[in-house]
């Protein structure tokens, strides 16, 4: 049995991936055939999602299986793969233009402190 904070832990990673890829709820349970009531119950950490069920996330939001067992407030280098696990998908001129984006809104942060 997974420990509950764990699974709270994937629970609130699927919630932000899905709230990430502009989709509901509802929307999440339409593309995998469950119940609206599942994917909150999952996303809440009631139920603990199986590996298989795991994978099914990780097709529809595009991103690895090991992405919903990362801390959101991980170190710079935890976050750094997320964004790379978001960008991924995009074409390469596009990943560019996000990293550009990234680049000048550190730059513009940094500038105020």
Request: charged share 25%; proline share 5%.
């Amino acid at each position: 049995m997974i420990p509950r904070p764990l699974v709270k832990q994937v629970g609130q990673a699927i919630a932000r991936h899905r709230k990430l890829n502009n989709l509901t709820q509802a929307k999440v349970a339409e593309k995998l055939g469950l119940e609206t009531e599942t994917i909150s119950r999952l996303e809440t950490g009631v139920i603990s999602p199986t590996l298989e069920r795991l994978e099914q996330f990780s097709h529809l939001f595009h991103c690895p299986v090991v992405s919903f067992f990362r801390d959101a407030e991980e170190d710079a280098t935890g976050l750094a793969q997320s964004l790379a696990d978001i960008i991924s998908p995009l074409k390469p001129s596009e990943r560019s233009a996000m990293v550009n984006f990234m680049d000048e809104m550190a730059r513009l942060l940094n500038s105020r402190s």
